[in-house]
């Protein structure tokens, strides 16, 4: 598979004990240098995945699923690799890896635009044709997104190459990877730092530089995911623990609901939008009442994603252990910029929050409270009367149903867009 120009090839290695052999081995250090340990798996495991896909596609055209391995070259140097899973009854392919070195260099940006191409165009001209490739993203944090060290800066580089040619994450998703040494779901670690992203592949018969697509309707944004979980994953399972698949087919379609069940009710299109690639000058601490945890993981995700600095006790409660609760939330509203109070309950946390609050206002800290409209409207109406009356109304106050959550949730990420200033 040739890439765009007459230096810069993207190489299917088909035959790594055969024809491929040196291009195969030389693209292992590139792989190591890629990828973190936590990301990566054995490098060995290729040849066989590449193997038993040859073996099988040998026997029948239509055998499923194809594994594919592909180095990239500049001048016949192996400068970066991919690995993707290509499933063309579900027109639908999974990218484990792709990289580059060098990725902010001349070369290295052409090579990545040349190997998405490249890639994107022979599955869209496979039989049957794939519409869609998804690919993991690895997060980098809001406080890294300034730093000059060598791994972020590559990843800045190549989040930022890869969107130039049409690839963006799936908005409003609390993306998890399942943990495979433990299939119990409510005590296994949650694995939250990948983006998960899509690559449309019809756009390249027309344009070498598409116009990304905006959203994917509701249906297909939950098909994708199902397809991932219960389909990609499983496959997984299968290879590398054959006698625990039935667990993990259970297991799998129940993370599968539970990551489906955190898009917003009310979205008939789930948007598609670009990861930050440079930070906000603003952090804000999101203040929840006890039942507001999945709607506190979905706003502190948003406003990540918009590269504000965020924190809230679930997420940064560990460090913290041992500490007095009161102490510690003050500490972090001293920290802050901005304070959120999300309230869905006008019971059982309200009071602690309330002090929170009071505290952050006489900090003359910036305070959005987003109210839900879902509780008895007695106890909405005297909780707002409260707040109005304890915190004064210059306050911004956000009303929202679960149905609009998204909505109230883009309303205060403008404020604090607005607040980080001009120019971020």
């Known amino acids: 598979m040739a890439g765009v120009t007459d230096h810069f090839e993207w190489i299917e290695i088909s035959d790594p004990d055969g024809e491929h052999r040196g291009l195969f081995q030389a693209s292992k250090s590139v792989y190591s240098h890629l990828f973190s340990t936590q990301h990566r798996e054995k490098w060995s495991n290729f040849r066989g995945y590449i193997s038993d896909t040859q073996q099988r596609l040998a026997k029948s055209a239509a055998t499923e699923p194809r594994d594919y391995y592909f180095v990239g070259t500049v001048h016949g140097e192996v400068r970066g690799m991919a690995f993707l899973t290509a499933y063309p009854s579900h027109h639908l392919a999974f990218i484990a890896y792709l990289g580059v070195l060098d990725p902010g260099s001349v070369s290295g940006r052409v090579l990545s635009n040349a190997g998405i191409n490249s890639i994107r165009a022979q599955l869209a001209a496979s039989e049957p044709p794939i519409e869609a490739i998804l690919i993991e993203v690895e997060k980098i944090p809001p406080q890294r997104l300034s730093r000059r060290d060598r791994w972020t800066q590559e990843r800045l580089t190549f989040l930022r190459n890869i969107q130039r040619v049409g690839a963006r994450k799936i908005t409003w998703l609390v993306y998890e990877q399942m943990y495979r040494d433990n299939f119990d779901l409510d005590t296994m670690p949650r694995i939250t730092d990948l983006h998960l992203m899509v690559i449309r592949t019809s756009y390249l018969a027309r344009r070498m530089r598409p116009t990304p697509i905006e959203a ?13 979980y219960e389909i990609y994953c499983l496959d997984g399972f299968k290879i590398s623990d054959p006698e625990r698949a039935g667990e993990a087919r259970r297991k799998l379609q129940a993370l599968s609901r539970r990551v489906l069940s955190r898009l917003p009710q009310g979205l008939r299109e789930i948007p598609l939008g670009e990861v930050a690639l440079t930070p906000l000058a603003i952090a804000a601490f999101v203040s929840h009442t006890r039942d507001g945890v999945d709607l ?11 590269g504000a600095r965020v924190k809230y006790w679930e997420k940064d409660a560990p460090r913290k252990v041992g500490e007095d609760l009161h102490r510690a939330v003050k500490g972090f509203i001293k920290e802050t910029d901005v304070v959120i109070a999300l309230i869905t309950d006008g019971k059982r946390r309200s009071d602690g929050m309330i002090e929170e609050l009071i505290y952050a206002r006489d900090l003359k800290k910036r305070l959005v409270i987003l109210m839900s409209r879902d509780m008895a409207t007695q106890s909405y109406k005297s909780l707002e009367q409260r707040l109005m009356s304890l915190l004064g109304r210059n306050i911004i106050y956000i009303p929202f149903t679960r149905k609009t959550f998204h909505i109230a949730v883009h309303n205060a990420g403008a404020r604090v867009r607005e607040w980080a200033g001009p120019g971020t």
């Open 216 to 228: 994917l309707p509701r249906a297909t944004a939950e098909r994708y995911l199902k397809f991932l």
């Open 296 to 306: 506190t993981e979905l706003l502190g995700e948003y406003l990540m994603d918009m």
